[in-house]
């Protein structure tokens, strides 16, 4: 039996399928358990986010991993996958938690000088007052390089206080056998710029590399960490990490590359409402304990950006974040008039409980006080002592609460009794009614967040009428529907928004590798392992149509490895998910394209819908058109969406010769520029995207060659223009 076919029996034999998401946030760590044969979340456990502890966050994920396996008689072998978001790498950044960097840069003789200057990276300023230390050598590549001289720099920079080590040479790149020959020779940790990017620039890859050596250590221990309580409680399942683009990696890669984790909380949950609803532009804002992050769905997509570390630009891609400090736990401060501000502390921070979630009896007969949150912060901060000297918060959701915002059964619910008697007091205080208190409270930390969904919008060119806001995270509906209120925006809620994190982690991307030895693999070869491996990737519940798949040989160790990612279904149970029909699709493309009429259906494939539709604008004396295509699967989920482009369908061979004349125009410079156009394959099972690809023979190269073997008649390429 092939390999594929006993996963299908063992997980056949199985009763449940459990995968569990552990999301990390500023507030709580949240693990949810999801039974993936049928979609059925079997339990939840919210624990503290263990900043303080001595293994850090990591101890937070261990207390909620294990308190659910017990909680919910979770036998281990039936976990078939782990993962989970973190804030190490972000809290150790803005903490200054950080290992001194040591840095080896190398170079020919004649660009010492251009060399040292774009790779002596100096300390590198976190926080105020909190650096990144480094220091300093550089070795000379126009000869071969010694290895009594590697190890001679090596031991300085350690006598120096270098825990761990980069490596950066220029051309690193193309060539990285110098900086593999350092790593090697290293006995500390050590890391290198073409490991975490492909592109040229010297200075910033040697900077992110920096960035990434200066959490390396913490990331290392994190992991052992984890996974030695994994193996205390008998658990052999995979387990991974999210990573700040929104896709899952194995912990061999956090170990390395822990850069790659920023903002994967805010990522988690991007995936995680993507899952539930059809967005094509909207705003998700997801609103925590103590901040809220905003990012940009536009397309079916988020938006991904480079990513800038406290003022440092870096080569490292995640969603396009923003973060506003103010949410569900925001605590309220005052002049003694009026209020002034909510935020940027919050209840949690100052250890207190909300209003809303005390008894009314509690609250009788208390003073408004003001306090520090934090020694050093303002004593404007407000709270509620009782006769008891017990301290209460008042929060963005006890106002809410107070003016019955919140609906029944939400994870915002509180005692609504008590959270009116809190803001009366306050109200009392300051010579106005409840309402207007509450009111006030919202509506600072309201404009809060529209200012940075109006900047967002003005940058991605969002239209308000056609944008909707996306509310996620356990306080959603504290603030989401009063600032689509305020801005005459449409809303939706995420299901489970409380978990939606967690959610987006347990059900990310899939991914699946095989190696096989093998001398001077035939294309049949080839092909018969990639296709066992796109079986598997099935088996474990990736849509067939998101799979991607890739194939390399590896020369020296005569190594055949074929990878395939995929996402997990976007409804979590596909038994149960529902197909939609022709009449169905048009509708719901129509919705999406913002027009009632106009479109027309490319081609009829298997998995997917093609749409195309011309879109015509008039400025001032000049008229333009474009041609806007979507492409929805069979469930009529957004799988590419594309504002202009081009569109080449029919036979393999028809479609190569086709492509082939195009870029023969665009290198005669009749259609194009020197880059290369981005090209996504579809071929009726699967999309395969070239848009990495810069270079046109690049893309010309890798499109022939998945055209050639293709195993379909009828194939679709899209090019973005």
């Known amino acids: 039996m092939s390999i594929s076919g006993k996963i299908f029996t063992w997980f056949s034999s199985m009763t449940r399928r459990i995968r569990i998401g552990v999301d990390v946030g500023g507030t709580f760590t949240k693990a949810v358990a999801i039974d993936m044969m049928n979609g059925a979340i079997i339990g939840k456990v919210t624990v503290p986010t263990s900043h303080s502890s001595s293994g850090g966050v990591s101890n937070g994920i261990v207390l909620a991993l294990t308190d659910l396996i017990k909680n919910q008689h979770i036998e281990t072998s039936e976990i078939e996958l782990i993962s989970h978001s973190t804030t190490q790498a972000v809290n150790a950044l803005l903490e200054g938690d950080t290992s001194k960097v040591g840095i080896i840069g190398m170079g020919v003789g004649l660009e010492k000088s251009n060399v040292i200057k774009r790779t002596s990276v100096t300390d590198i300023e976190l926080a105020p007052n909190k650096y990144l230390k480094t220091c300093y050598r550089f070795l000379d590549t126009s000869k071969f390089l010694e290895k009594h001289e590697v190890i001679t720099a090596i031991n300085e920079l350690k006598s120096e206080g270098a825990d761990v080590l980069v490596v950066s040479e220029a051309y690193g790149v193309d060539d990285p056998s110098n900086e593999l020959f350092v790593m090697k020779m290293s006995d500390i940790p050590a890391t290198a710029g073409h490991e975490l990017t492909g592109i040229y620039g010297l200075e910033i890859r040697t900077l992110t590399a920096a960035i990434n050596a200066g959490i390396l250590i913490k990331s290392i221990n994190t992991t052992k960490f984890v996974e030695s309580a994994m193996q205390q409680q008998g658990i052999t399942a995979p387990l991974l990490i999210m990573k700040g683009d929104g896709g899952i990696t194995d912990m061999t890669t956090f170990k390395t590359k822990p850069i790659l984790t920023i903002l994967s909380g805010p990522a988690a949950s991007v995936a995680g409402a993507l899952l539930h609803l059809r967005v094509f532009n909207g705003i998700f804002v997801e609103v925590g304990g103590t901040s809220t992050n905003v990012c940009i769905i536009r397309n079916g997509r988020p938006e991904i950006k480079y990513v800038t570390i406290m003022n440092h630009p870096t080569c490292i891609k995640s969603l396009d974040v923003r973060v506003v400090g103010v949410a569900g736990g925001s605590l309220v401060r005052w002049s003694g008039k009026k209020i002034t501000d909510v935020g940027p502390r919050s209840a ?31 004593i404007d901060y407000i709270a509620i002592e009782s006769s008891g000297a017990k301290r209460f918060a008042i929060t963005n959701t006890c106002a809410a609460n107070a003016l019955g915002l919140i609906p029944e059964n939400d994870y915002a619910r509180g005692n609504q009794e008590s959270a009116r008697l809190a803001l009366s007091i306050l109200a009392q205080r300051i010579g106005i009614t409840m309402e207007q208190v509450a009111e006030s409270i919202l509506d600072l930390s309201g404009k809060k967040v529209l200012e940075v969904i109006n900047v967002l919008s003005k940058n991605y060119k969002l239209k308000n009428d056609r944008t909707v806001l996306i509310g996620g995270g356990g306080a959603a509906s504290v603030l989401v529907p009063y600032i689509a209120r305020k801005a ?87 038994a149960n998910a529902k197909e939609i029909g022709d009449e169905e699709a048009r509708v719901l493309a129509c919705e999406l394209f913002g027009i009632n009429d106009g479109i027309r259906r490319i081609f009829d494939m298997k998995n997917y819908y093609v749409f195309a539709c011309e879109i015509h604008k008039k400025k001032l004396f000049l008229k333009s058109r474009r041609q806007s295509i979507l492409v929805l699967d069979k469930y009529g989920r957004i799988r590419l969406s594309i504002e202009n482009g081009m569109i080449y369908s029919g036979p393999a061979q028809d479609v190569m010769n086709k492509f082939e004349i195009f870029f023969n125009e665009c290198r005669d410079g009749r259609k194009s520029n020197d880059l290369a156009p981005q090209i996504h394959i579809l071929d009726g099972t699967k999309i395969i995207d070239f848009s990495s690809l810069t270079s046109s023979e690049q893309v010309l190269k890798a499109v022939k060659k998945e055209l050639i073997k293709s195993g379909t008649n009828e194939v679709t390429v899209i090019l973005k223009i």
């Open 488 to 574: 005459n925006r449409e809303y939706k809620i995420a299901g489970h928004a409380e978990v939606i994190s967690s959610i987006g982690v347990a059900t990310a991307m899939i991914r699946e590798e095989r190696e096989k030895t093998v001398n001077n693999p035939t294309a049949e070869e080839t092909s018969s392992l990639m296709k066992e491996l796109e079986k598997v990737a099935i088996s474990k519940g990736a849509l067939p149509e998101s799979l991607t798949i890739q194939s390399e040989y590896i020369s020296e160790r005569s190594l055949l490895r074929v990878t395939a990612y995929g996402n997990i279904s976007l409804d979590i149970g596909t």
């Open 348 to 378: 949690h921070i100052a250890g207190l409980k909300y209003s809303c979630y005390a008894d009314p009896q509690e609250l009788e007969g208390g003073q408004i006080i003001t306090f520090m949150p934090k020694e050093g912060d303002p």
